[in-house]
């Protein structure tokens, strides 16, 4: 990392906040490898603790919720947004989000080791 871009510590706080601009809300101690493709941003909500890996995509026409000590490996992309199979509605470009369903829940994974004390 070029020495004028600060410190680690500076360059990780730089981040935070742009993620905290950028995003619904974004808990302590989030963390995004980069490349990162929000499609709104402001309709992400992302737990403390959490890490994305390199690739994340998130098409966020709706709330898309990520839990506390959420790890997503790479490339990984989440998709709310849809698009009607009607003719008429894709030549008028009209987009809509899934509200209502629940895709996924990843709320608080993590490996639990065996304790060889």
Not at 17 to 33: P, S, T
Request: glycine share 10%; aromatic share 12%.
């Amino acid at each position: 990392m070029p020495p004028s871009l600060g410190t680690a510590d500076q360059v990780a706080a730089k981040r935070f906040e742009i993620l905290k601009r950028w995003l619904g809300f974004v808990g302590e101690g989030v963390f995004i490898e980069p490349p990162f493709t929000p499609d709104y941003g402001c309709n992400v909500i992302i737990g403390k603790n959490s890490y994305m890996n390199f690739g994340f995509t998130v098409l966020d026409t709706s709330l898309v919720i990520i839990g506390e000590r959420v790890m997503l490996g790479p490339n990984v992309h989440i998709y709310s947004a849809g698009h009607d199979t009607s003719v008429l509605s894709r030549v008028k470009c009209i987009e809509f989000g899934h509200q209502e369903e629940e895709l996924a829940d990843p709320r608080n994974i993590y490996y639990r080791f065996p304790d060889r004390s």
